[in-house]
């Protein structure tokens, strides 16, 4: 069900990969890392099917790109273990400030092999608002079914940033300009995409660096940069 990989260090206690760097072939009987890399580090390895391992996977929402607003964030959490997950604590902060505890009771099955069977969304918060200025969200789960997680290295998601689409006009090139640089600029549009037409005023001077204005979200004959 939750064969992960563990690895053992002198007198140093099992440790266990997460499931995203360990996984299991059931039909030909072997455990391997495919995102880990060869397994040159000396110690003893086994394969350990556990339970009580929860991780907090994705924020969901908001995703890709979208228009400054209120929006409710939602966190994928997975029970990545081999017994059903009853009750886990969900905790979160929000630009490095810690928010409100959840304790999630509705029960997270195992994964019986059905893709999202072993997953739940959960609600953060049902609105936060989301402008041009990043957020900083990280997320992590504790105590499943009133335990300590046995393989922690899977429970913390983040600090994801988070930030809504450009539109409109931004200065460029100055302290306390929206973006102190034309690298910065386009690297912000780049990544949050755009939701209208975005102008970048330039302040006169020198610039130095390449930059590509190809291919960014939300662009269209609309929508220009």
Request: overall charge neutral.
């Amino acid at each position: 069900k939750a064969l992960h990989l563990a690895k053992k260090d002198g007198s140093n206690p099992w440790v266990g990969y997460p499931i995203t760097v360990s996984t299991a072939n059931t039909t030909r009987n072997f455990i391997m890392t495919p995102n880990s890399g060869p397994l040159n580090t000396f110690g003893w390895y086994t394969g350990i099917d556990v339970g009580d391992n929860a991780s907090a996977d994705a924020i969901v929402d908001p995703n890709g790109t979208f228009c400054p607003g209120d929006k409710p964030v939602r966190v994928l959490i997975k029970n990545n273990g081999n017994n059903v997950i009853n009750n886990v604590k969900i905790n979160w902060e929000l630009n490095g400030v810690p928010q409100a505890q959840i304790n999630w009771t509705t029960p997270i099955p195992y994964n019986n092999g059905t893709p999202g069977s072993n997953e739940v969304i959960v609600t953060l918060t049902p609105s936060l608002y989301f402008g041009t200025t990043p957020h900083l969200i990280k997320v992590w789960t504790s105590l499943p079914n009133g335990v300590v997680d046995p393989i922690a290295a899977d429970d913390t998601l983040g600090p994801v940033s988070i930030r809504a689409a450009l539109f409109g006009e931004y200065k460029v090139g100055g302290t306390g300009f929206d973006f102190p640089t034309l690298v910065d600029a386009v690297n912000a549009v780049r990544s949050a995409g755009m939701c209208g037409p975005v102008t970048f005023l330039m302040r006169a001077g020198t610039y130095t660096g390449q930059v590509n204005i190809q291919n960014i979200p939300g662009s269209s004959p609309v929508n220009r940069l």
